[in-house]
């Protein structure tokens, strides 16, 4: 249950980052509240009810307008000339890399907070402009505003100067590389041995219940197309116990849905329209992806860029191996906690969700076939795959767990002899195998 509510919060906080709005809003609440504890201050040294500090700046009326305006025009400059450029180098960086890395500066915090302090001190700047004014002692003129103004603007260099680093950092491949594994170990960490609530298991069995599906289930359809990002397991079992139904979800977060098409199937049939009403607000739809029920989004980012680095285009085989290491790295972690349960029980014990995770097998057949196709003929590649392979033996738990990466040495074993043509580098690659086979054997 823990680990469920973890999930649907770690969605939430991603739909929240992933935006280019929502800081810089808040940034501007913040900034015209400042507004309004300075003006409130200013109007009090209007009056002569206090007296301001020796520090704050003076002057006419007149100059406090030019002052602000000159501010104003230049923030609002220089944010268009930054992130124009930004975007102009990032959108460079991803032909390298793939599209996603402008998704990555959307989302990232840095980007954000740069955004909205610029649009904040703007914000800010605007307000004390339109606050000068005639008024019964002389004209007002907000000299402790002009004077914080003048302070957030030396704290927007700062913020520029740091965001230009940042920039130049961020877009540098290991970077982004390991910025994608880290969100995979999180990923693996987020969805492992996942409790599946409920109490003792009762009642038919899950193999009992799929056959009665498969016989008498009856399909609910998928309201829209798009991705299925998010699926409230919680919600449809409460729904699914409501009816004393079972529903098996014929597709995973990370999925495709086309609307008409069968997205999930109800048992037994007099419960599907209720089922079908209340589905939707149960599961989520989007345009894109994301990793909050969908760990196989993080390999295939990882894979996208090796594939992009070993094509004729880029041909930056560094690239590619870096992916290797990190998707090996990812695996030995699958390998130790993978263990996904299909079944979500109600507090009875009885079995009212049936899922379909993605298994053990499919994430080592998406971190290795796509990149063995592309490394064909590339030794380099393919002795990296098998060091990885050997790194994942050692971490496993299982006999099948071995198969399955004893299936992959084998294909990238044949491939070199068939694409290979350097005997000697044959022979790396098959003692790189031959190592693959030894640290099977001392896991038996």
């Not at 003076?58 to 124009?84: E, N, Y």
């Not at 419960?271 to 992806?289: D, E, I, K, N, Y």
Request: hydrophobic content about 50%.
């Amino acid at each position: 249950m823990i680990n469920r509510v973890h999930l649907e919060s770690q969605w939430r906080r991603e739909a929240l980052r992933t935006n280019l709005w929502l800081v810089p809003t808040a940034e501007v609440v913040v900034a015209a509240l400042l507004f309004l504890t300075t003006w409130e201050l200013d109007r009090a040294a209007y009056r002569g009810d206090l007296t301001l500090p020796s520090f704050v700046i003076s002057g006419t009326a007149d100059a406090a307008r030019q002052i602000l305006t000159a501010i104003a025009a230049a923030l609002i400059t220089v944010v268009g000339v930054v992130f124009s450029i930004t975007i102009v180098t990032l959108t460079l960086a991803s032909t390298q890399f793939g599209p996603r890395m402008l998704r990555n500066f959307i989302r990232d915090r840095s980007t954000q907070l740069t955004l909205g302090t610029f649009v904040g001190t703007f914000v800010y700047a605007i307000l004390a402009l339109i606050s000068i004014g005639p008024g019964t002692h002389g004209d007002f003129v907000p000299h402790l505003s002009i004077t914080c103004c003048l302070v957030l603007v030396l704290a927007d260099l700062a913020v520029l100067i740091y965001f230009i680093h940042h920039i130049a950092v961020s877009i540098q491949l290991p970077l982004v590389i390991a910025s994608i594994a880290a969100e995979l170990s999180q990923a693996i960490e987020a969805g492992a041995g996942m409790p599946q609530g409920g109490g003792p298991g009762r009642g038919p069995s899950a193999a009992e219940l799929n056959a009665r599906l498969d016989e008498a289930g009856v399909p609910v359809t998928a309201p829209t197309s798009g991705y299925l990002q998010f699926v409230r397991h919680r919600s449809l079992v409460r729904i699914a116990d409501q009816l004393d139904a079972v529903i098996r979800l014929d597709h995973r977060p990370g999925h495709f849905l086309v609307q008409g098409h069968r997205l999930a199937t109800v048992w037994p049939p007099e419960a599907a329209p209720a089922v079908a009403r209340s589905f939707a607000r149960a599961h989520l739809t989007g345009p894109s992806r994301t990793l909050a029920q969908d760990i196989s989004f993080a390999v295939d980012q990882l894979v996208e860029i090796a594939i992009r680095a070993l094509s004729t285009a880029v041909n930056d085989t560094f690239t590619a191996l870096a992916c290797i290491d990190w998707l090996g790295e990812g695996l030995c972690r699958i390998a130790r906690s993978w263990q996904p349960d299909p079944v979500h029980r109600d507090a009875d014990g009885q079995i009212r969700v049936i899922t379909q995770p993605v298994g053990y097998e499919r994430l080592v057949q998406r971190s290795f076939e796509k990149i063995r196709q592309a490394g064909a003929g590339m030794p380099a590649v393919l002795i990296r795959q098998l060091d990885a392979l050997a790194e994942i033996m050692a971490a496993t738990r299982t006999p099948g767990q071995r198969v399955v990466l004893l299936a992959q040495a084998e294909m990238i074993d044949r491939q070199s002899a068939a694409t290979v043509t350097e005997p000697a580098d044959q022979a790396d690659v098959h003692r790189r195998y031959l190592a693959v086979l030894a640290a099977h054997a001392a896991r038996q």
